[in-house]
């Protein structure tokens, strides 16, 4: 059974700063990677998408990567603002492209 | 414009009434599924349909019951509402091709059982 873990499960960092997200998941027979961000009493923003086949994606100053092999994907956020505050979620999809497992997410609070 | 909207944004009700809620997409996608965020924020899929047809249906209690009467609604009624289905629950929804599977959220439910 596919489990997914975050690591931290919350960060506080100044503006400015670069960081990473880590995300892990124990069956690296998946379909694809989805990072998203859920702000407070709001629902869930699609950030980024990594297929099985690819090794990164990138949008603005985020970028995604993914280590199946391992088990291991990253998001890597550059300079970063307060405006980034918020919980990221991870979620990979197994081969069969049905089957969603969400990690618990990292709280990441950016400081002006 | 909006992709992906659900209705109500808040519902509180009490133990043992029947409640549904809605969930409307205008991107044009064939899968719409339902997930439950419980108060750990841990998000579990739910059901999932495709073309009107039931794909996924994880281990949920029978009281829940999705109705999909068009490829852009997934309605999700619930029967007999316990505390315990206290929660935020999420629409969302995908092509349902192999092309990417990306997923698409409304901007949750959240259900209080009182």
């Known amino acids: 059974k596919q489990e997914v873990t975050q690591i931290p499960a919350a960060l506080s960092v100044p503006e400015g700063e670069n960081l990473v997200l880590n995300c892990s998941f124990t069956?690296?027979?998946?379909?694809?990677l989805q990072w998203f961000r859920q702000d407070p009493g709001k629902g869930l923003t699609s950030l980024l998408l990594?297929?099985?086949?690819?090794r990164e994606q990138t949008s603005g100053r985020l970028n995604a990567s993914l280590d199946k092999s391992s088990g291991r994907s990253t998001l890597y956020i550059a300079a970063s603002q307060p405006g980034d505050s918020a919980t990221y979620l991870c979620?990979?999809?197994?081969?069969?492209?049905?089957?969603?497992?969400f990690g618990p997410g990292t709280r990441l609070s950016v400081l002006p | 414009d909006t992709a992906v909207s659900q209705t109500p944004k808040y519902l509180v009700t009490q133990m043992g009434n029947d409640k549904s809620i809605k969930c409307e997409q205008n991107?044009?996608?064939?899968?719409m599924y339902w997930y439950k965020q419980d108060s750990k924020k841990f998000l579990k899929i739910m059901f999932s349909?495709?073309?009107?047809?039931?794909?996924i249906n994880e281990t949920v209690p029978n009281r829940f019951s999705p109705k999909s009467p068009d490829k852009a609604h997934l309605n999700l009624h619930i029967n007999s509402l316990e505390l315990g289905d206290s929660a935020v629950y999420f629409c969302?929804?995908?092509?349902?091709?192999?092309?990417?599977?990306?997923?698409?959220f409304g901007p949750g439910t959240r259900l209080t059982v009182t």
């Open positions: 069956d690296s027979a998946i379909y694809n």
């Open positions: 991107l044009g996608h064939d899968t």
């Open positions: 990594i297929q099985s086949s690819q």
């Open positions: 969302a929804s995908s092509t349902g091709t192999e092309i990417s599977y990306e997923q698409y």
């Open positions: 979620a990979v999809r197994d081969n069969y492209g049905q089957n969603f497992v």
């Open positions: 349909y495709n073309n009107k047809e039931l794909i």
